[in-house]
């Protein structure tokens, strides 16, 4: 008897600039003892990251320094199981970006500073990356409205992506993550508004889509009035209440065009360890479910509940398996 392979699960491509992480244990401020703790994140990484850690095939594209710390990255990513075959090496002498957050505890909120001018990211070129081969079987590209705030490289690199993922017929989703000291007074929406054109699923929240797109509608009609402006076949937003630095209202909401349909998660109240990528979270969560052709109403729950997790967990990374998200799902219910 032959017994026939399980089917290759789908394979995802995630674009973006990976950051080494430095932070100061617990909940102290920036350099109030002279210790550190090094990690790697960025929005695009968190996303192949938790696609890996859900079951999913994912492929990272970056350009890091062809040094120590880049070659420490490659490690980190490749341990967590995502592919790194596309990422572009540049010279050993450059650099990669960093950022330093600052936990908040209470009524004091949390901090980032970004070091991330002329990295190894910033001088990306299109031609750097064989688009048409790095997609070639893949399902889905993922990129963000960080990625072309940080200098003309990177916004032609993300254009050529997109360009060569609408070629090859591969789903495509756009993540707004507005970054306000990354656009330094620039104004986003003229850069913006070409990328996500006729994405497959365009996920922001309502402050990103008023200073990125110029939209603004109450809550019941904000997806429906992003997706029939821009084309896209879905829209999902998130929202964020922070209660204080150490308790956050998470929730989420999701449109589809085609059916008219809007669904919305359950609302969780959460203890936080650690704010940062619950959003790159949800939109792994989101991508894994809707590639897996999951009914929009139980994939925008599960993406709630994983945004939900990893803001338990330390650190940039969610990995918070499948099961434990079906569970309190389950348990939520």
């Not at 859900?54 to 199981?81: C, F, K, Q, S, W």
């Not at 070639?136 to 409205?145: E, N, P, R, T």
Request: charged share 20%; with cysteine; net charge neutral.
């Amino acid at each position: 008897m032959t017994v026939s392979p399980p089917p290759a699960s789908p394979r995802a491509v995630t674009f973006g600039e990976l950051m080494l992480r430095l932070s100061p244990p617990g909940q102290e401020r920036l350099f109030q003892s002279p210790e550190l703790r090094a990690g790697f994140g960025g929005c695009e990484a968190n996303v192949a990251v938790g696609l890996a850690h859900l079951g999913m095939r994912a492929d990272y594209v970056t350009r890091l320094p062809d040094n120590a710390i880049g070659h420490a990255a490659l490690h980190a990513l490749h341990a967590e199981g995502v592919g790194t075959g596309w990422i572009a090496l540049g010279g050993g002498s450059e650099r990669m970006g960093i950022y330093f957050v600052e936990p908040g505890a209470d009524i004091r909120a949390s901090r980032v500073v970004y070091d991330r001018a002329g990295s190894a990211f910033a001088a990306i070129t299109p031609g750097m990356v064989d688009w048409s081969k790095a997609l070639q079987g893949a399902a889905w590209f993922h990129g963000s409205g960080i990625t072309p705030a940080l200098g003309e490289g990177p916004r032609a690199g993300l254009a050529a992506a997109l360009a060569a993922a609408r070629s090859g017929r591969v789903r495509i989703s756009l993540d707004l993550n507005y970054r306000p000291g990354l656009w330094h007074g620039r104004e986003p929406r003229a850069v913006i508004e070409p990328l996500v054109q006729g994405a497959d699923l365009l996920i922001g929240n309502r402050d990103a889509a008023r200073v990125m797109l110029g939209v603004e509608a109450p809550d019941d009609s904000l997806a429906q009035r992003l997706a029939e402006r821009y084309g896209c076949r879905r829209v999902a937003l998130t929202r964020r209440e922070v209660l204080s630095a150490s308790e956050h209202g998470w929730s989420a909401a999701l449109y589809d065009a085609s059916s008219g349909g809007a669904w919305q998660s359950r609302r969780y109240q959460v203890r936080v360890v650690d704010r940062v990528g619950g959003g790159d979270s949800f939109a792994a969560a989101l991508i894994a479910a809707l590639a897996a052709d999951r009914d929009p109403a139980d994939a925008v729950q599960f993406a709630a509940a994983a945004g939900a997790l990893k803001l338990t967990i330390p650190g940039d990374w969610n990995r918070a398996t499948p099961e434990e998200i079906e569970q309190l799902v389950r348990a939520c219910a």
